[in-house]
């Protein structure tokens, strides 16, 4: 709306609502010269009020009376016309609703939703571990309450719509000490801090200065700033194997973006963002650095978004949503370890944060550089097709060898010994000559618990969660047997529930077996480990790893968690305990997935003076994705992916969507997808239709799912069919949750 426009009479809302559409509202006078596109107002919608984006103004009438908005939000739009524009992107690409993206865009609940924040007292976190332990708890509101506090402070409009009741249930809560409530202007005086750069306190002995940077490392950093010196978009992917030193290239590309007066954003994966990297980038940028954690509450959310937003904050590093952080000047976007499957939203709008940026930066005129040791197969692909320019760091810093791995064949070792051994003797031997020499070991498992599962001896029985279709896993801290989709525990039983024989097995390890087994094993070394069960408080993670930083442990043992980016040079030892794990999983990225984790995984060792080794043990040693990573050959893993890719029209050569349909009834479920699958058959051209067929767990806490796989040629094409199907869905009327599309998948489990 220009100045000498008539004033708006009527603006269009778009509601964070399952709907294609928005609505439109009568202003009342106040604000008629006020409102602007992208501001969030206060509307009422069929009972409830809720807040919306204002996507224009006008002043034509609309067919039938138009209800009055309640009040403006916002004097300047939470979001400009560029990032409503990517709101529109996104929308359509992942066919979402356009107002529930609007609504993951804009992280600023803290500042509208009245109220308090609750979160848990330390006996409050006890308590919840405690109901975790105790029979069937689920249907308890107060367990429901801890449990999802133990995750996070939640506001009571939140905990409202998840928990009946959820007020009264949190007033017993407080009295019993288990719950805090804190007044949201009070929280934001004195409230326990996030890691934030300003934080005096933060750990720095990682805040390192600049390097003088390397042949290889400035030959890199000279063509990005070279892109970023013209002010037009440019995309590079950043291939540098593991102890490249990539993030010196990031630190200086930064420099220069600031150096031109321009805005940079660092998004690094979930578990990336710790405090130590936190404070390594305000050794290097001070004040100019706002953080943007999923993990902060809405108040300091919406605290480093407003610093942002006016400017004081010229540095952003983000996870996933960060990829909307209101940078002005945006001048060029980071994505470290762009491989990394945090990057895709994981819910509606289930948008890769990843390929937004690329997007954003297009959009902007910025330069986007993806960096990894081990690129996703659509990232190269793009570089070899030019859509990137490809950057390469081939060598570690100060020439340092990558480590040696060795394969060990536990099938064959096995015939040797005749014992099946959670460690080969191998391995035994690497680690204690680890001990004797005072350097650390690090043993990767991808498996939580203790046992994967447990079955009778008699007749097979396997036991099985009574939500899923899937086993439970035994975890012997808690004597429980656990479900990893819905997290419901049950007791162990003594006998077999299906036969009633005795004969229990525990089968599978899991890392908290292996933790278990080496302090039988090495009696003396300190061990320590990091799965989701020992990281359970938001600091958690951060202390493990930096006592076994400072060498107060001899072994950390841990899931995937430990294979991400750490930079410890001590150790010298990487063990994999089981190779195979998620090799075997129906899923085109299961190779892909594995070779990533055992190739990161690797590079941990060695990082320091000493050159290091790596024990990879497998059953599958002739599998290429293990031959790949021993060799730590991302060229030739690629070349040998990208040809199975092409061969079975997997991306990068088609676009892929899983279309789940949802119910509590399994006839619903299979009757609704199969009526999807008859709109698709005959196939369109160019559209292939894998099911529908029951998914690979086809229940998931009582519901059932079946699963449609779509591969077009066209991206376009397949838009066009989405969009049929969930128009199809909504005629019907189907609930909004029953249907699930997920573009370009990460996971199809
Ligand atoms: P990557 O992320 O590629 O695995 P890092 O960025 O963690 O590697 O760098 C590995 C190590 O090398 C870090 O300790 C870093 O400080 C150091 N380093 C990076 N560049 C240089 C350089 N030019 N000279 C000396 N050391 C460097
Ligand atoms: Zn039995
Ligand atoms: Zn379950």
Known sequence: M????????????????PLDRSFTYLLPETLRHRVQPGCRILVPF???????????THAEAPPTSAREALKLLDEEPVLDAALLKLGHWIADYYCCPLGETLRAMTPLAGDIRHGKVYSLTSSGHDAARQFHLAD??????????????????????????????????????????????????????????APSPQDPDLPTPFARPPHALNAHQQAAFDAIRTAIDA???QAFLLEGITGSGKTEVYLNSIDAALARGKTALLLVPEIGLTPAVAGQFHHRFGEKVAILHSAFHDTERAQQWHRIRSGDARVVVATRSGVFAPLRD???????????QSYKQQETPRYH????????ARDYNAVVVLGSATPSLETRFNAERGKYTRLELPERIERRPLPVVQIIDTRQEFLETRKQNTFSRALLDAIQARLDNGEQTMLLLNRRGFSSFIACRACGERVECGNCSVTMTYHRRDKRMLCHYCNTSTRVPDRCPKCQSEYIQFLGVGSERVEDELHTAFPRARIARLDRD???????????????????YDILVGTQMIAKGHDIPNVTLVGIVNADVGLGLPDFRAAERTFQLLTQAAGRAGRGQTPGIVLLQTINPDHYAILCAAAQNYEMFYAKEIEFRRLMSYPPFSA??????RATKEEEALTRSAALGRILNPAPEGIRVLGPAPAAVARVMNEFRYQMLIKAVHRKRLSEILRDLRKFSQQENWNPTSLLIDVDPMTLL
Do not use: Q, W
């Open 2 to 17: 220009g100045p000498s426009s008539a004033p708006a009479v009527y603006c269009d809302v778009s509601i964070p609502a």
């Open 46 to 56: 069929g009972k409830r009020t809720v807040a919306g984006v204002v996507l224009r």
């Open 136 to 193: 069937n708890p689920e249907s308890d509101p107060a367990y429901e309450i801890l449990r999802l506090l133990d995750n996070r402070p939640l506001t009571s409009a939140y905990l409202a719509k998840k928990v009946p009741k959820s007020a009264n249930v949190l007033r017993a809560l407080i009295k019993k000490g288990l719950v805090e409530a804190e007044d949201r202007t009070a929280e934001r005086k004195h409230r326990e801090r």
């Open 231 to 233: 002010a037009s978009f």
């Open 330 to 340: 945006l001048g060029l976007i980071i994505v470290d370890e762009e491989h990394d």
């Open 353 to 360: 944060g990843r390929d937004v940026a690329v997007l954003r």
């Open 534 to 552: 020992t990281v359970r408080g938001k600091h958690d993670y951060e202390n493990i790893l930096s006592r076994f930083r400072e060498g107060s």
């Open 656 to 661: 892929l969507a899983n279309v789940v349909v």
